[in-house]
């Protein structure tokens, strides 16, 4: 294992309510990401992290936020969740850039549900 | 921009067959190439990556693929298939200059091994 962890594990929220995940790591590295995974389409990136209070957008990262104030942990929330937001959610890391050809190492996901 | 093509969503096959999962890039630059595997309610492992150098990447549990500019190819195969490699893969490809810190992923391929 890489020493990720994300929770909840399993969420089912409502529509409108707020929604915070959690990713933890142990190992120290610099990058971290969220993805999230739906049917068809792989994995799209939401939101990156280089760095303790530094983060960016990925190519679906409307309706997300994130924060990272500490090394190991980075935070996804959905502000109002939809029901588009229902998926598989991943954390992941790296030493180094994915531009590097850095492996990135997965969290176990969490499935979130939005009724 | 690049992209991602996993024609395969789905291939079975008989335990102790051969099997080829197919996965082709579009990229304006060079490339990094990766075979990632999701097993059953868990997050993704790297089984193997191209980076530079011999076109033959050999991976873990068997895999190897082979890096093909010309055809802008990725193909993943194994010579012999057992039960615990039922499982889904995913190429992902980030480009060495003005990719940033994407991974772009392709949809996905179901191996399915039957005895």
């Known amino acids: 294992d890489a020493g990720i962890t994300q929770s909840p594990r399993h969420k089912v929220t409502e529509t409108g309510t707020p929604v915070t995940l959690r990713c933890h790591q142990t190992?120290?590295?610099?990058?971290m990401y969220w993805y999230r995974q739906d049917p068809g389409h792989g994995l799209r990136l939401i939101h990156y992290?280089?760095?303790?209070?530094?983060?960016d957008k990925g190519e679906v990262s409307d309706g997300y936020s994130v924060s990272r104030s500490k090394t190991e942990d980075f935070l996804l929330t959905l502000e109002s969740a939809t029901s588009s937001q229902t998926s598989v959610y991943f954390c992941?890391?790296?030493?180094?850039?994915?531009?590097?050809?850095?492996?990135?190492?997965f969290g176990p996901g969490t499935r979130l549900l939005v009724l | 921009a690049q992209s991602v093509t996993q024609l395969d969503s789905q291939v079975p096959v008989f335990e102790e067959a051969p099997v080829e999962l197919r996965c082709n890039y579009s990229?304006?630059?060079?490339?990094?190439l990766f075979w990632y595997v999701q097993y059953p309610n868990q997050g993704l492992q790297l089984l193997l990556k191209?980076?530079?150098?011999?076109?033959l990447v050999k991976g873990i549990n068997g895999f190897e693929a082979e890096f093909n500019k010309s055809q802008t190819s990725f193909h993943l195969r194994k010579p012999s298939v057992h039960i615990s490699d039922t499982a889904e893969y995913f190429c992902?490809?980030?480009?060495?200059?003005?990719?940033?810190?994407?991974?772009?992923f392709g949809t996905g391929t179901q191996l399915k091994v039957e005895l």
């Open positions: 992941a890391i790296s030493s180094r850039l994915a531009g590097e050809g850095e492996t990135q190492y």
């Open positions: 190992e120290n590295h610099r990058y």
């Open positions: 992290s280089y760095g303790v209070k530094d983060t």
């Open positions: 990229s304006s630059v060079s490339v990094y």
């Open positions: 191209y980076l530079s150098g011999s076109t």
């Open positions: 992902a490809v980030n480009g060495v200059t003005g990719g940033g810190n994407k991974l772009t």
